[in-house]
């Protein structure tokens, strides 16, 4: 269950497999497909109804994240599918990054209520420096969740003496008032509580030696910069 992806009270469904490499990852666990539970989406779908009276009663739903859920496009498409039917309210938390065909996306946004869109950095030079990756897929997939008309609500992680500067965060302010259907932006305190997996997977923390966001700062930057998202 979960109080800060999306509206309401939510299940957060995880799924695997990511290309991403973010330096701020803190789901290193997720980047390899193969792992995890399996589930169908007719027995996904029964587990999720189990929930429907706390979605009802605080405007909650599901929210599929990850990892990167458009990894499995095809399991997510059919899911979502069965979710819109069942009218539970769904959220795709994504950085946008997909080998899936437009017409396979389009079928997924089809059923997705709202895009939580994670944005790693609006610089191309330094979005390949932080995910290893370009930013190419990830400005087609928004520019195609924008033509489709479903809400976004941007997200940032914020972390320290890196952007949570004026110019980065007005930066920001610039590239969400680009985009249509934007409906807040939030801005989200970096933290360490996944470094523990990286010791445990056996793999270097990017980011080791960094101090958490000051969650405090944080809200007044967001106060100062997204007000309206408050």
């Known amino acids: 269950m979960g109080l800060v992806d999306g509206p309401g009270i939510r299940t957060v469904v995880f799924l695997a497999g990511c290309r991403l490499r973010c330096r701020f990852c803190h789901n290193p666990d997720t980047w390899a497909e193969g792992q995890g539970q399996l589930f169908t989406p007719e027995s996904l779908l029964k587990r999720l109804q189990r929930f429907r009276t706390y979605y009802r009663a605080s405007g909650g739903g599901v929210t599929f994240s990850g990892g990167e859920p458009l990894m499995q496009p095809e399991f997510l498409a059919e899911t979502l599918r069965l979710c819109k039917e069942a009218g539970i309210h769904t959220c795709l938390d994504t950085a946008g990054v997909s ?24 610089d191309p030079a330094r979005y390949r420096e932080l995910t290893g990756q370009p930013i190419d897929c990830s400005e087609r997939f928004i520019g195609l969740v924008e033509r489709m008309g479903v809400p976004i609500w941007v997200r940032q992680v914020v972390r320290p003496g890196v952007n949570d500067t004026e110019s980065y965060l007005e930066g920001l302010r610039a590239y969400a008032g680009r985009m249509q259907g934007v409906e807040r932006v939030e801005l989200l305190p970096y933290h360490i509580l996944g470094a523990h997996k990286y010791e445990a997977m056996g793999i270097p923390y990017p980011l080791a030696g960094m101090p958490p966001m000051d969650p405090e700062k944080c809200r007044a930057l967001q106060e100062k910069y997204f007000p309206a998202s408050t």
């Open 99 to 122: 080998e899936a065909d437009e017409g396979t996306l389009r079928g997924i946004l089809e059923n997705t209520s709202l895009v939580l869109f994670d944005v790693k950095d609006y």
